[in-house]
């Protein structure tokens, strides 16, 4: 019964951690409306690699270890480095002159989109809190 619980609770939190629209999202969104849809896929498995890492830590019981506000503040640290980085790239290689002149940057090449979607995904603190919150159950 405590295992059927646990799916069901896993299932919930899982639900409402997607719904809000977070750094991932949009990062998906600003590449695929650009044309670059190659790319977008690649921050989506970006994003699931740490999904997936994030449900092995689950599994093997050190959550604890990143409910310690030290690692906690690391993470929110990392998170928001990342995020001015894109914001600034976004600003530099906007679309100013009616064309489309995002080539330039190496954030839209598909190894980077890799990174970037894993890196944003795996800073994400909600994601964190929601896996220790159902190790405690």
Sequence with gaps: MRFILLIIVSYIIGF?????????????????????????LMVVAGSITSDLMYGFIAMFGIAPFLKDEKVEAFFWLIGGIILIVLGVFTLIYNDKDGYNNTEK?????????????????????????????VLNL
């Design 16 to 40: 409402f951690t997607a719904i809000p629209i977070g750094a991932t999202q949009v990062e998906i969104a600003k590449r695929s409306m650009t044309g670059y849809i190659k790319e977008a």
């Design 105 to 133: 940057t190496m954030l839209f090449k598909s190894h980077t989109s890799l990174l970037v979607g894993f890196s944003l995904a795996v800073t994400n603190p909600p994601i964190i809190f929601c896996g220790y919150s």
